[in-house]
């Protein structure tokens, strides 16, 4: 299916992807000289309607893992309405592509110029902050606004995370009391806020977390309106198959029911990733091949930030018809620059007989890949195309069709 790029907004279509397209093997049959992003408005809308229905609480999407304002129509469009940004750019970009939207100025350190902009033209009312210095500068800011709500981040551990997020933001346990307090007083409505860190292993993580929140509020003995879980919801990649996210939802719930606050407090959370692995993916080219070397046309630079610094292994997949029917081997990737650190280490599993020319999908790429693209050393493209296939693997696909087979059963 062929729809109008214009209209959303993305990259015009190349001679490549003009005709009518379904898929990733479609994409490589047109033989594109440049890498090419294929997004899955499909996947985004299925993953923001699973937040909506089943997470006990408001979702808000973190902007920071996909900004792609098409992908932000979609989540909106699909019942996610709020969101957290970090940015003043974040905040001008989001307010213009969804101008009815919530915004939640999350970050815990802010220009000031930025909380004056976002709170007076922009009508942002909720902010977070870690420090006294942090609540000073957004009562100057906001000149002393009475209708704030301000969401206290908490330290908690990321050690059932991937990616930690447990030591450039929070206040620690020992000086929560005294900011909860002040941030109590000037606020409108009182938050705590938390990031178990991204691509949580396991529910415990936030049960974990929840035990934190506890203890703080007990201890500062305050009245708190809203519990922000804040992100770290996982999406599946090799080797880092997670739990269901239900069981985490299960959990978080538990734990909000079981906290000493007010009986019409609110439960937030702020995936990322969650909410936009499944939306994009890449189709690269095999440009040379030394042993389990592939030099492909993507890298470090690219969408593949993550694949090369934290050694993130995203699923791959051959585009070739027919297909190999060779057994699959290991292998590792250098991107297309002439920088040495723009390597991927994998190990991708590839068929032992993939070539030079050779065309395949890297998945999973819509949080944290596309978002860190740049054009270092003239590489990389802006081509973009939409799909109708299913991502490479999928949090929600298996619910769906579980869902339907329950609906057959009864
Ligand atoms: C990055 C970030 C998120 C999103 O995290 P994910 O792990 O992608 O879900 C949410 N909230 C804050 C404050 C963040 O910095």
Not at 123 to 147: P, Q, Y
Request: net charge negative.
């Amino acid at each position: 299916m062929h729809q109008d790029h214009r209209a959303l907004g993305l990259a015009p279509l190349s001679t490549v992807a003009r005709n009518s397209v379904s898929g990733a093997i479609d994409i490589a049959q047109g033989k594109p000289v440049q890498p090419v992003t294929l997004v899955r408005p499909h996947a985004a809308a299925r993953a923001a309607r699973f937040f909506v229905e089943k997470f006990p609480g408001r979702s808000m999407y973190a902007v920071k893992a996909n900004p792609s304002p098409d992908l932000i129509k979609i989540l909106f469009d699909n019942g996610i309405t709020t969101f957290d940004v970090a940015s003043i750019g974040e905040v001008r970009m989001v307010a213009r592509t969804v101008p009815e939207a919530t915004l939640c100025f999350m970050h815990p350190v802010k220009a000031e110029e930025a909380i004056t902009e976002a709170y007076f033209k922009h009508g942002v009312r909720t902010f977070s902050l870690d420090s006294m210095e942090e609540l000073e500068k957004i009562m100057r800011a906001t000149r002393n606004a009475s209708d704030l709500t301000l969401c206290v981040r908490l330290r908690v551990s990321s050690e059932h995370s991937k990616l930690s997020l447990a030591s450039k933001f929070g206040v620690s346990p020992q000086d929560a009391k005294p900011l909860l307090f002040a941030a109590r007083q000037a606020a409108d409505a009182l938050g705590i806020c938390f990031h178990v860190g991204s691509q949580a292993m396991t529910p415990e993580a936030y049960a974990d977390a929840m035990e934190r929140v506890r203890a703080a509020i007990v201890d500062a003995a305050v009245t708190v309106d809203v519990i922000d879980v804040g992100g770290g919801f996982p999406s599946t990649y090799p080797g880092m198959e997670p739990p269901p996210l239900e069981r985490y939802f299960e959990t978080i719930h538990r734990a909000f029911e079981s906290l000493p606050i007010s009986y019409s407090a609110e439960l937030w959370a702020e995936p990322g990733r969650a909410l936009c692995a499944e939306y994009s993916s890449i189709v690269v080219r095999v440009e040379k091949r030394r042993g389990n070397e592939l030099y492909i046309n993507d890298g470090a630079y690219g969408a593949l930030f993550d694949a090369a610094h934290i050694g993130w292994r995203f699923p791959v997949a051959l585009l070739r018809e027919p297909e190999s029917t060779v057994r699959d081997h290991p292998f590792s990737f250098y991107g297309p620059t002439c920088d040495d650190i723009d390597h991927m280490a994998g190990p991708f599993l590839l068929p032992a007989d993939i070539q030079t020319s050779d065309y395949f999908e890297i998945g999973m790429l819509g949080a944290y890949g596309s978002a860190m693209r740049t054009a270092f050393n003239g590489f990389g493209s802006d081509e973009t195309v939409i799909v109708e296939d299913e991502p490479m693997a999928s949090m929600y696909a298996i619910v769906e069709r579980e869902a339907a087979s329950n609906v057959v059963k009864l």
